[in-house]
Structure formats: C-alpha cells, structure tokens
T-cell receptor
Framework: DQQVKQNSPSLSVQEGRISILNCDYT??????FLWYKKYPAEGPTFLIS?????DKNEDGRFTVFLNKSAKHLSLHIVPSQPGDSAVYFC?????????????FGKGTKLSVIP | GAGVSQSPRYKVAKRGQDVALRCDPI?????LFWYQQALGQGPEFLTY????????KSGLPSDRFFAERPEGSVSTLKIQRTQQEDSAVYLC???????????FGPGTRLTVL
C-alpha cells in the first residue's frame, strides 16, 4: 500500500515554461513533506520542503504547495531550465515515527526541452 | 570530499553469497539511514542509527539483512545469502540530527545473478 503516490511517471516541458509535479499521500499522520531531485548515478538531493502548518513555501524558482484537505502537494518550477531535467521524488515523514524515516513516492522524470 | 560516500559503487554477487556495503557519513552527523531503491521505485527505508545505536530496523526485509555502526561513524549493511530480489540500489543518508535534512550518498548498485 503506497502511502505517497506520484501518478505521473514522466513529464516533458518546454524551456522557460512552468513545470508542475504532483504528489498525493494517504497517511494523515504525515506532517512534513519534502521534494528531492535525483540525477542518474547520484543520490537524491534535497530541494525544498514544507511543514503541514503551511500551505506554501517558496525558494527561488521552486514553490511547493500543500493542500491538506485533499492530501495533495505540488512542486512548481518557474521558469524551467534544461538543468532541471532529473527524477523528482516526493517524500513525507511525521514526528511520531520515532526514527524520522522518509516515505518516498516512485518519482516523476522531468524532461525540459531546450 | 565533504559528502556521504559509499563503497563499492557497484557490486555483482552470485545468489547465495554474502555482501557488505559501506557508508561513510558526513563527519559529525549523528543520524544515519539506509534505504533500498528497487528499479522504478522510490527509496524505501531499511534502518536508522543515532550514533552507534540502531533505533529502528523495522524496514529490514528479512533476517538476512544486518546493519551496524559500531563507533557511531562508518556503517556497514550486510546481506547474507543474497537472493535475486535483493538486487537494488542501496542508499545511505546522514543528518546532523534526526530532524535535520538528510544528505544522501551516491548509492551502491547490487546485482544478484
């Protein structure tokens, strides 16, 4: 039973346009959400996060939106650049886990076309 | 380098062999995590250390999997009697503390023939 779902395995976007990556979760205990970016043959690198007490967090070209009632979050990249081409993982955790493990989705492969 | 390092980067094992995967966390990082990433999937939690104490091993898939961090720094993930379903990338992550950002290593790709 997948607790974090990324239903789009891939996404292609023209350079300069907006990329929107979506993520749904089922566990209502999750209270902290993260996006990681992964290039081939490298480990995931942290991109941006959001606490459940907020509905938006922005960092430069990257914005994460959280809709708790819908158990949905999205990552917006504006403007998209060819270097953004990578696999993006949505992850979630909750304070009560005790070990702070991250639960990941399957990832969305973003291709930004020059 | 200053990042998390893992060795070997690639490992091929015959079914039934034992393997040992090493993780060197960022110096001073108290927390260390192991994840398993199967092909086409996201990373899945295996186990967590705080210093030398293994506080959570709920994600280890079987008793063939064993992890240790005896001095609170380097960690080793050992898989005994490897099976084909153990083929995956094994990722190690470390963080200053359990609440802090996790920094991932490049992973070890294990292929069991």
């Amino acid at each position: 039973d997948q607790q974090v779902k990324q239903n789009s395995p891939s996404l292609s976007v023209q350079e300069g346009r907006i990329s929107i990556l979506n993520c749904d979760y089922t566990n209502s205990m999750f209270d902290y959400f993260l996006w990681y970016k992964k290039y081939p043959a490298e480990g995931p690198t942290f991109l941006i996060s959001i606490s459940s007490i907020k509905d938006k967090n922005e960092d430069g070209r990257f914005t994460v939106f959280l809709n708790k009632s819908a158990k949905h979050l999205s990552l917006h990249i504006v403007p998209s650049q060819p270097g953004d081409s990578a696999v993006y993982f949505c992850a979630a955790t909750y304070s009560g886990a005790g070990s702070y493990q991250l639960t990941f989705g399957k990832g969305t492969k973003l291709s930004v076309i020059p | 380098g200053a990042g998390v390092s893992q060795s070997p980067r690639y490992k091929v094992a015959k079914r039934g062999q034992d393997v040992a995967l090493r993780c060197d966390p960022i110096s001073g990082h108290v927390s260390l995590f192991w994840y398993q990433q199967a092909l086409g999937q996201g990373p899945e939690f295996l186990t967590y250390f705080q210093n030398e104490a293994q506080l959570d091993k709920s994600g280890l898939p079987s008793d063939r999997f064993f992890a240790e961090r005896p001095e609170g720094s380097v960690s080793t993930l050992k898989i005994q009697r490897t099976q084909q379903e153990d083929s995956a990338v094994y990722l190690c992550a470390s963080s200053l503390g359990p609440d802090n950002e996790q920094f991932f290593g490049p992973g070890t790709r294990l292929t069991v023939l």
